[in-house]
C-alpha cells in the first residue's frame, strides 16, 4: 500500500496486518515507514517498508520488486493519496490490477473526488476479477487536519454523527472492501464521513 507512514495510512496498514495480510508500506519517508511496521502486535502479520515515491516508475519497479519477495502475486492494493491527484491514482491502480490479473484481487483508492475514475477502472478490471472501489473520507480528525476546539465544534455540529472521524473509521471500510465480504463490491464510492454529505 502507498501512505502507509502517515496517519490515516498508518491505521489503514495496522488493520490489515492484524487481520492477515502480509502488507509492504511505501512512501517517501523510511523514518514514518519504519514507524508503522514497528508498531504492530504480536499476533500481527508483518509489515514490509518501500521508502521510495512510487508516483514514478522507478519508484513502482522497486515496489514490485520488493513485493516479490513478500508473496508470489498481489491480492489487494490500497492507495492512500494524500494529493488525491487522479492521474498517480490511475498510474497505481493499473500498475497493481497487471500484477493481479491471473488471480483476482481488489484494489482500494483512499480519497475524494475519485468516483468516475473507480468506476471506469472496475470495467476495466471486471474480466480479471479485479475489484476497484474507493473510500471517501470527511473529516478525519489527524495532526495533518488538526484545528481548534471551536472549530472542531462546528464541524461536529455540522455532521449528523455530531463527532469527527478518526483513521480507524476509514480503516475499517477498507478492511471490509478488501475481504471476502465484499466479493460482490467494484466500482463503488464508500463515503466516510459521519453523514456530512447528505445535508
Known amino acids: 500500500m502507498t501512505g502507509g507512514g502517515r496517519h490515516l495510512g498508518r491505521a489503514v496498514a495496522?488493520?490489515?496486518?492484524?487481520?492477515?495480510?502480509?502488507?509492504?508500506?511505501?512512501?517517501p519517508d523510511e523514518t514514518e515507514l519504519t514507524v508503522t511496521a514497528k508498531s504492530t502486535s504480536a499476533?500481527?502479520?508483518?509489515?514490509?517498508?518501500?521508502?521510495?515515491?512510487?508516483?514514478?516508475?522507478?519508484?513502482?519497479?522497486?515496489?514490485?520488486?520488493?513485493?516479490?519477495?513478500?508473496?508470489e502475486s498481489i491480492g489487494l492494493f490500497v492507495n492512500v493519496d494524500p494529493q488525491e491527484d487522479?492521474?498517480?491514482?490511475?498510474?497505481?491502480?493499473?500498475?497493481?490490477?497487471?500484477?493481479?490479473?491471473?488471480?483476482?484481487?481488489?484494489v482500494v483508492n483512499v480519497g475524494?473526488?475519485?468516483?468516475?475514475?473507480?468506476?471506469?477502472l472496475a470495467v476495466a478490471a471486471a474480466r480479471w476479477n479485479v475489484?476497484?472501489?474507493?473510500?471517501?473520507?470527511?473529516?478525519?480528525?489527524?495532526?495533518e487536519h488538526d484545528v481548534s476546539p471551536e472549530m472542531a465544534q462546528l464541524?461536529?455540529?455540522?455532521?449528523?454523527?455530531?463527532?469527527?472521524?478518526?483513521?480507524?473509521?476509514?480503516a475499517a471500510v477498507v478492511e471490509f472492501l478488501a475481504s471476502d465480504g465484499a466479493?460482490?463490491?467494484?466500482?463503488?464510492e464508500w463515503v466516510v464521513d459521519g453523514g456530512w454529505s447528505v445535508w
Do not use: Y
Not at 131 to 143: D, E, L, Q, S
Open 183 to 188: 466479493a460482490f463490491v467494484t466500482g463503488a
Open 112 to 120: 475524494r473526488g475519485l468516483a468516475a475514475l473507480t468506476r471506469e
Open 131 to 143: 475489484r476497484v472501489n474507493t473510500v471517501a473520507p470527511g473529516m478525519i480528525k489527524t495532526p
Open 43 to 71: 499476533s500481527a502479520s508483518t509489515i514490509a517498508v518501500c521508502p521510495r515515491d512510487v508516483a514514478s516508475p522507478d519508484g513502482r519497479h522497486t515496489l514490485t520488486s520488493l513485493a516479490a519477495g513478500i508473496a
Open 86 to 106: 487522479p492521474r498517480t491514482v490511475s498510474a497505481l491502480s493499473r500498475w497493481a490490477i497487471q500484477r493481479m490479473s491471473g488471480a483476482g484481487g481488489s
Open 14 to 27: 495496522l488493520r490489515l496486518a492484524e487481520s492477515g495480510w502480509d502488507c509492504l508500506v511505501a512512501g
Open 155 to 170: 464541524l461536529c455540529d455540522a455532521t449528523p454523527l455530531r463527532r469527527l472521524g478518526t483513521p480507524d473509521d476509514v
